[in-house]
């Protein structure tokens, strides 16, 4: 004998406990339980719990597995007004998940008791096209794209690792760009610098980046300093932007940027190239994490480190690590994944090996240990806490 949905509807009630907004606001709040909107897609974008994650009714039973190994967390469920949530509550039971709890009321019961939702920032037609491919990935959808569109990030050295890096923010669709660097397009750049071609031999480096990523995609801005990062215009240009890229292979440009970004609290991608080889980390002393002061205490004196003029450069690798260092911004980003933070990684071409290695701050530090030396020199600058 077939059952009706009622029938469905009652199994479902006498195996899936209901909480209450005000007892699913409480476990929105402790951290232990995970909550999952079941509704289709237009439904998630109109409005949804903060925090919470979208997996449709459709795809619950294929996607548990990949959002929750843990049969035995506990789990919240909610859709509309409660009964698909605890449909979806019966599958769940079904596969082993014993802690499931369903929404009564659904996000309707939820808005009348006053409670707030988050509205997905409305994506344009295009938009929904061009980053499609993000949309199934757990983690990213179409809210991580719009975090993407809102975000800023600044390039400091449009070379070998800003260009791969440049290329693959903007077209990942990274809102804004921010690319330094005061040089002009040479010959010897265009065996490893992929922004550039024949043609723009003397122009200024970052003038072609602008064009060439507003090529790929018109979308996002591009912001462009047509100078050398210094003492003088460091604060002002570092303060606007979410994640700094470290992409140069000046040492002072790459202490002066670390330095400033300790003080004004953002994470630097930092990545370098010699020869065959490659390292890169993430230096974010805002999260506990170590600067590159901790990790190289002393600058080379001038001449005693060879740069790509003197030492060569495998053209592709600078493509390896700078498209390395796009990965690790979109992470930070979206909140993806174990970051480079604490960790260098260590790139071999030659023998196809890579290293991970961890790394720490040194309390003995004078930019970021436990009694630092050096003072801030954008100190009478407006904090970026105000800005």
């Not at 719009?146 to 809102?175: E, Q, T």
Request: glycine share 10%.
């Amino acid at each position: 004998m077939a059952r009706s949905r009622n029938d469905l509807l009652e199994e479902a009630r006498a195996q899936v406990p209901e909480v209450s907004a005000g007892e699913a606001r409480e476990r929105l709040g402790d951290g232990a339980t995970l909550v999952i909107d079941v509704r289709d897609d237009d439904e998630w974008r109109e409005g949804h719990l903060e925090g919470a994650h979208h997996l449709t009714r459709g795809m619950l039973e294929f996607g548990i597995g990949d959002l929750c190994a843990d049969v035995e967390r506990p789990v919240l469920l909610y859709c509309a007004a409660g009964s698909r949530s605890l449909l979806a509550g019966l599958s769940l039971r079904t596969l082993g998940y014993s802690r499931v709890e369903s929404l009564t009321g659904g996000i309707r019961a939820w808005k009348e008791a006053g409670y707030p939702v988050v509205a997905e920032k409305a994506l344009s037609a295009g938009q929904r096209q061009r980053y499609s491919r993000h949309f199934p990935l757990p983690g990213v959808g179409p809210e991580g794209q719009a975090k993407l569109l809102d975000s800023r990030v600044l390039i400091v050295g449009a070379g070998g690792l800003g260009c791969p890096s440049a290329l693959y923010l903007a077209a990942a669709g990274v809102g804004h760009l921010g690319i330094v660097d005061g040089d002009r397009v040479d010959l010897t750049n265009l065996q490893r610098q992929v922004l550039f071609a024949d043609a723009d031999v003397g122009r200024p480096k970052v003038e072609v980046a602008q064009e060439r990523l507003k090529a790929l995609n018109p979308e996002v801005e591009v912001t462009i300093h047509d100078s050398h990062l210094s003492l003088e215009n460091a604060w002002d240009i570092v303060r606007d932007y979410d994640v700094l890229l470290q992409c140069t292979d000046s040492f002072s440009a790459r202490y002066l940027l670390n330095d400033v970004a300790h003080f004004a609290r953002k994470p630097v991608v930092d990545a370098s190239i010699h020869q065959f080889q490659g390292q890169a980390t993430i230096l974010d002393t805002a999260s506990g994490g170590p600067c590159y002061r901790c990790l190289f205490p002393e600058m080379p004196q001038p001449g005693a480190a060879c740069g790509c003029n003197e030492a060569g450069v495998f053209g592709v690798l600078p493509g390896v690590l700078g498209t390395l260092q796009a990965t690790e911004t979109l992470k930070l980003l979206l909140g993806l994944g174990t970051t480079l933070v604490g960790r260098l990684l260590l790139v071999d071409l030659l023998a196809v090996r890579v290293r991970d290695l961890a790394v720490g701050r040194d309390p003995k530090c004078p930019l970021c240990g436990d009694a630092p030396t050096i003072a801030n020199p954008w100190a009478g600058r407006v904090s970026l806490a105000a800005a």
